[in-house]
């Protein structure tokens, strides 16, 4: 059997949502990739997982340190562990010549992220992060249009990331990405899918970033007179009126059978009451008032690119649930997309003609990211069985150039002032990145 033939085998070093989600592309595509072993230090989780894919029990361990510590048994260690934890699994990965699939974003510092980038490089595995927005039918159908020059030169792009009133509540104010300190800023732990989107989509180097944002409603102050700081023991007459009630969101998704995320994050255990045993004593049954978060829920930034090209990204909580949307202005037309339909307008003919690329979500998380999760571990997979990096869109000096970006976001979000993008990911092996 040739080895383009053989299914590429995959080590999860993380099963948590994220890890979860790309082992599942294995189990659903057999012929083209399976599970060997697993990491978990999360007994429960990792536990569920090996009895899924079927592990023995020697492919089983309780974290990444124990899974690196004997000989590569995979071809490919896919790293979702947390955001703080990637640079020390890539780095020990690389040396066994595990080629990785990388969690977003790479490292929450750029030291790091230059680390991981050097790591890959030195070992000669490929890398790549998941910035899966990159990889859906839809970007791959905007990218088309503007590459035949359908609305001409980019001059300008507005663009929103609508992250969702629960979904804050949920990862960014109750959840693991709650606080700078233990994870990352919000613009990197959420939206650096949307900063590299832009940096593909635009096609030029990012020259020059200004930024505003501030944590504004979840926050004690916010928290209503009478409140409790749980939502099971808060008084009905307050909880009733609450948007962000844990007890109401959550046990509603138990009680239409939904046990995957973001209910698997709080609990392993589906029942009434397991679930009210986790929004007693965990952290995802807090009042969203009375949380330790300390990131932003909103935040502007404008970016300028090379040849003069401008960009504007908002990013707010106070959405309800829907995909990305997008409007760029171009010297012979504008368009128009919310993740799904393409909008154009031809400024020559007048007329407006519209593409759906056809694919039944939003461009959440809930859907696979519009496919994109689906279209990442199909383009890596096929790249490690080809042997062919080019395979991969969102490889290392793509990934660190778009982070750089977030990183310069940050610094003129704190500084209130325009910040000049250190060099970019470009300079490391002094060639362009592609677009």
């Known amino acids: ?7 590429v085998q995959l080590l999860i070093l993380g099963a948590g949502s994220r890890g979860a989600t790309y082992a599942d592309y294995a189990r659903r595509h057999p012929d083209e990739c399976v599970v060997v072993g697993v990491a978990e230090p999360d007994a429960g989780r990792r536990i569920a997982f090996a009895q899924v894919f079927g592990l023995p029990a020697e492919a089983v361990f309780t974290d990444w340190q124990a899974a690196l510590a004997v000989p590569r048994f995979a071809e490919v260690a896919v790293i979702a562990t947390q955001d703080s934890d990637h640079v020390a699994p890539v780095e020990a990965a690389a040396a066994l010549g595990y080629h990785l699939l990388l969690e977003k974003p790479m490292a929450p510092d750029e030291a790091g992220c ?4 050097a ?21 791959q159908a905007l990218r088309a249009l503007l590459d035949a020059g359908t609305i001409g030169d980019i ?11 629960w979904h804050q509540a949920h990862s960014f104010v109750r959840g693991h990405w709650r606080n700078e300190a233990s994870s990352s800023p919000m613009l990197l732990a959420k939206s650096c899918h949307d900063l590299d989107w832009l940096r593909y989509i635009v096609g030029q180097t990012c020259e020059r970033v200004s930024s505003f944002g501030s944590l504004k409603h979840f926050r004690r102050q916010e928290q209503p007179l009478g409140a409790s700081d749980r939502c099971v023991t ?23 059978g939904q046990t995957g995320w973001p209910l698997n994050v709080v609990t392993t255990t589906f029942t009434p009451e397991g679930l009210g045993q986790a929004l007693s004593e965990g952290p995802y049954g807090r009042c969203v008032y009375a949380c330790d978060n300390n990131v932003v829920d909103h935040q502007v930034v404008n970016f300028e690119f090379t040849g003069g090209v401008t960009a504007s990204f908002t990013m707010t909580a106070f959405t309800r649930a829907r995909g990305r949307e997008t409007r760029i202005f171009g010297t012979r037309g504008e368009l128009r997309g919310n993740s799904q339909e393409i909008e154009v307008f031809d400024f020559l003919t007048g007329e407006t003609s519209l593409v759906d690329t056809e694919v039944a979500s939003d461009g959440s998380i809930l859907s696979g990211h519009g496919g994109g999760d689906d279209g990442l571990m199909r383009a890596f997979v096929s790249a490690v069985a080809q042997e062919d990096a080019s395979l991969i869109l969102s490889g290392p000096l793509e990934t660190l150039e778009s982070h750089l970006m977030v990183f310069a976001a940050e610094q003129a979000r704190h500084r209130g002032t325009v910040v000049q993008v250190s060099p970019n990911a470009a300079h490391l092996n002094g060639r362009s990145s592609t677009r």
């Open 119 to 139: 790591a890959a490089g030195a070992h000669g595995v490929m890398l790549g992060v998941c910035h899966v927005l990159r990889y859906t039918a839809y970007t």
């Open 155 to 165: 001059v300008s792009v507005e663009h929103l990331e609508p992250v969702g009133y």
């Open 234 to 256: 808060c008084p009905s007459v307050i909880e009733s009126q609450c948007p962000y009630s844990a007890t109401r969101y959550y046990f509603g998704q138990l009680n239409a």
């Open 114 to 117: 230059r680390r991981i980038v």
């Open 1 to 7: 059997m040739s080895r383009a033939a053989q299914p």
